[in-house]
C-alpha cells in the first residue's frame, strides 16, 4: 500500500470559509493505485507554509507520494509550483507535460496549468490544479504509471520489467 499526502492549497480552504472538494476528489481516486491516504492538510497560499508541509511530509512522514491541489495558476498567490520547486531534489517534467497534453484535448484553459513534479527523496510531488474536474482529468492522466514509477524510485525495480521483492 503506497502512503499518500493530500496538501490542499488555498487561502479560505485554510481560514474555512471553503469546503475541499479538489483535497476529497483525490481521496477518492487515491485506491486506484493502491495507496491510502495518511496524511491530509490544508494550508494558504504561503510559499513558506508550502515549503514546510511538503518537506514535513517528505523527509519526517515519510509518505511515498504527494499530491498538492490549488496555487498552480497565474494570480500572485498562486506559489505552489515555485514552493515544490524549492524542496525538490529531481524534476519529473513528463508528469505535468502528461497532464496538459491530456487536459488540453477538453479545454485549451489547461495550458495556463503551472503544475510541476518531482522528487524529494523517495517521496514524488505532483501539483494538481484547484478543481476536482481537473484534478480528476490530471490523475487520471498519470495514474496507471505512478505505481511504476513509485516502485522506481524506492528501489523495488532495478531494471524495467523486473521486479525484486
Known amino acids: 500500500m503506497w502512503r499518500v499526502g493530500i496538501l490542499t492549497v488555498s487561502d479560505k480552504g485554510a481560514q474555512g470559509k471553503r469546503k475541499d472538494v479538489s483535497g476529497e476528489e483525490i481521496r477518492r481516486l487515491v485506491p486506484l493505485i493502491k495507496g491510502t491516504v495518511a496524511v491530509y492538510e490544508i494550508v494558504p497560499d504561503e510559499q513558506e507554509v508550502i515549503e514546510n508541509a511538503l518537506i514535513r511530509m517528505a523527509d519526517e512522514e515519510r509518505l511515498d507520494l504527494v499530491l498538492t491541489t490549488g496555487g498552480t495558476g497565474l494570480s500572485l498567490r498562486d506559489v505552489t509550483p515555485e514552493a515544490t520547486k524549492r524542496v525538490m531534489d529531481r524534476?519529473?517534467?513528463?508528469?505535468?507535460?502528461?497532464?496538459?497534453?491530456?487536459?488540453?484535448?477538453?479545454?485549451?484553459?489547461?495550458?495556463?496549468?503551472?503544475?510541476?513534479?518531482?522528487?524529494?527523496?523517495?517521496?514524488?510531488?505532483?501539483?494538481?490544479?484547484?478543481?476536482?474536474?481537473?484534478?480528476?482529468e490530471c490523475l487520471e492522466a498519470v495514474l496507471e504509471v505512478l505505481p511504476h514509477a513509485l516502485k522506481i524510485l524506492h528501489g523495488t525495480i532495478k531494471d524495467h520489467g523486473k521486479i525484486r521483492k
Open 91 to 136: 524534476e519529473v517534467p513528463g508528469i505535468p507535460e502528461a497532464m496538459r497534453m491530456t487536459t488540453l484535448e477538453k479545454t485549451k484553459f489547461a495550458m495556463l496549468s503551472r503544475s510541476v513534479a518531482g522528487t524529494r527523496g523517495q517521496t514524488l510531488m505532483i501539483n494538481l490544479p484547484g478543481s476536482p474536474k481537473a484534478v480528476r
